[in-house]
């Protein structure tokens, strides 16, 4: 189970939450994001993989990022389209993951995935909102039980200490991970490390 905690931006609260063990961390590069990035801080994590989150931004200017950041992977969090994708598949270079984010409101927006799912690595599904991620707010879960491709999902939005049972509940063959951001926050992009400690051994503590 991959645990990414996203809005990540002070250097020494990204080596703590590192050390807890979270699998990748996310770097926000939309400016109008209270967690915006603008240059790699002063520490970046070494054991945890880097995802850059983006949001329709050039597909040159996406590349270039990733070479300055070092991105292991590419967080599609706008409305790109699936030949956007293609485009920024054949210009990463080879390794680099690509993320597209869906935003769920109905079953309708799971049906029309296959044009993605040729170009992306993952999807990433959150709720329908007017913000661009880190919202707080979460959708109905149970309308993932419509979800049939093949590409891996993480699990996105409002997701907080209270929802562990959920998350053991949750099943889905696709589910790959989860995606913490706002509700682990003291104020925006620096995460409480305890409340992130207690939560995922929480999770460790039983079988998801």
């Known amino acids: 189970m991959i645990v990414k905690v996203c809005g990540m ?17 996310g770097f926000i590069l939309y400016k109008r994001s209270p967690r ?7 520490y970046m994590p070494c054991r945890a993989k880097r995802v850059g989150v983006t949001v329709g931004m050039p597909v040159s200017q996406v590349v ?6 070092g991105f292991d992977i590419i967080q599609l969090h706008g ?13 990463l270079p080879l390794g680099v993951q690509i993320i597209k984010k869906i935003s769920v409101g109905s079953v309708r927006n799971l049906s029309d995935l296959d044009a993605y799912a040729r170009h992306v690595d993952y999807f990433l599904f959150e709720p329908s909102t007017l913000a661009h991620g880190g919202s707080g707010t979460k959708f109905d879960w149970t309308l993932l039980s419509h979800y049939h491709h093949s590409t891996p999902f993480i699990l996105a939005g409002g997701i907080g200490p ?6 053991h509940r949750f099943t889905h063959p696709q589910w790959a991970g989860i995606d913490l951001n706002s509700r682990f926050e003291t104020k925006p992009a620096l995460k409480d490390v305890d409340t992130l400690r207690q939560f995922i051994h929480c999770l460790q503590t039983d079988s998801l």
Do not use: T
């Not at 915006?36 to 002063?42: D, G, M, N, T």
């Not at 270039?64 to 950041?69: E, P, V």
């Not at 409305?79 to 210009?91: A, G, I, K, V």
């Open 79 to 91: 409305n790109e389209n699936p030949n956007y994708c293609m485009s920024l598949q054949h210009m």
């Open 36 to 42: 915006f990035v603008a240059s790699p801080p002063a």
């Open 64 to 69: 270039q990022a990733q070479k300055l950041f």
């Open 9 to 25: 931006r002070d250097a020494d609260n990204i080596r703590a939450v590192e050390q807890l063990g979270v699998d990748w961390m």
């Open 162 to 167: 209270e929802d562990i049972e959920a998350l």
